[in-house]
């Protein structure tokens, strides 16, 4: 069923008793109603051994990003963060000294976007490390983007650039490998967890790929830009689980077909140069690579004038009728079917 068709199945009997309750399942966060402003929740949880991995990712690195992919759920509804809990399953491998370093980064990352921490729970755990947290925010009623408002003829955008996380990983799973390769010394026989000082010639230069993997940034700059040019989303998700995957959840909620340029697709210089020396398609990691963490949204084509000035921000393509599916359109005009290659929680 794959990670979202399984949500579907278990959810789909989901009947909403609360009237406060006005989006359950189903987009970036759930909303509620307790007043003036919508409170917006979402959830993320992280695992040791399939979504990171302690031997290259240092822990104040991962409470940071753990933080920050909740907040960016937030923002892709439009919204702002205001409070987090965080819950754990430690495995007793790890020394209070080790717990700290990751709270280090989760309360880093709640002083920069001006979150409180607001509670949590611990447990042991016989897998290693579980991270979960819950991230409350707020909107305005009239300021909410969902997943399924884009319209023919929208535009579709993208903040910064795509695969430049993906490649970051892969040039520390090879590292690693290169390291594992190594004859093992008796007085170091294992690597210092989170501290990948193996192959660091390797990493010169390629500092802003590893930012990217380890410690990514939610767009919150984007959403202010928008607001003071005067331009609203008609929808928005962010980018986790690479831009098609994420492409194909607005079209398909909204009931329409895309198309998006190949020549268009923002893609930095070093990921271009890292994917040729891998033997990598860079095109192909851009769409499916995943866990970039920009901001992908359809807005009126009306708003055209008003994005251009927009620092970081690319329009790679429009909204199309759904009998036209969606496709990328490469260099050359060929039409190539998008599909979901992206994460997949359960293909491993």
């Known amino acids: 069923m794959g990670e979202f068709g399984l949500i579907k199945h278990l959810t789909k009997d989901l009947k909403q008793v609360q009237p406060s309750t006005k989006k359950g399942v189903g987009d970036d966060c759930a909303v509620m109603d ?55 399953g430690i495995s007793k491998r790890f020394s209070v000294e080790d717990i700290e370093a990751l709270y280090s980064g989760i309360r880093l990352a709640c002083e920069r976007y001006n979150v409180d921490l607001v509670g949590g729970d611990t447990c ?24 399924n408002g884009a319209k023919l003829n929208d535009l579709i955008c993208v903040s910064g650039n795509l695969g430049t996380a993906y490649m970051g990983l892969q040039l520390l799973e090879r590292e690693l490998m290169v390291y594992r390769s190594q004859p093992i010394d008796a007085n170091n026989p294992s690597p210092l967890r989170g501290e990948p000082e193996w192959g660091s010639e390797a990493f010169t ?89 920009e901001l992908l949204f359809t807005c009126s084509l009306d708003d055209y004038e008003k994005l251009i000035p927009v620092e970081d921000l690319y329009i790679i393509g429009h909204i199309t009728k759904p009998e036209y599916g969606c496709n990328l359109i490469g260099r050359n005009g060929e039409e190539l079917a998008l599909k979901a290659q992206g994460w997949n929680a359960f293909q491993l």
């Open 34 to 88: 307790f007043g003036t402003k919508k409170v917006l929740m979402t959830t993320d949880m992280l695992l040791e051994g399939i979504h990171f991995n302690l031997e290259y990712v240092p822990l104040k690195h991962l409470g940071y990003k753990a933080a920050v992919v909740n907040f960016s759920d937030i923002y892709a509804m439009n919204g702002t963060p205001t409070q987090i809990t965080v819950s754990l």
């Open 205 to 293: 230069g390629k500092e802003y790929l590893l930012e990217r993997q380890l410690k990514p940034e939610a767009r919150r700059d984007i959403l202010e830009s928008l607001r003071k040019a005067g331009v609203k989303p008609t929808a928005m998700m962010d980018v986790s689980d690479g831009l098609s995957s994420e492409l194909l959840h607005i079209c398909s909620q909204s009931g329409v077909g895309c198309c998006v340029y190949e020549d268009k697709l923002p893609i930095d210089y070093e990921a271009a140069a890292l994917a040729e020396e891998m033997n990598l398609n860079i095109v192909t990691c851009a769409l499916n690579g995943g866990e970039d963490y």
């Open 124 to 147: 042991a755990s016989m897998t290693g490390l579980t991270i979960s947290i819950t991230c409350l925010g707020t909107a305005a009623a009239k300021d909410i983007v969902y997943r």
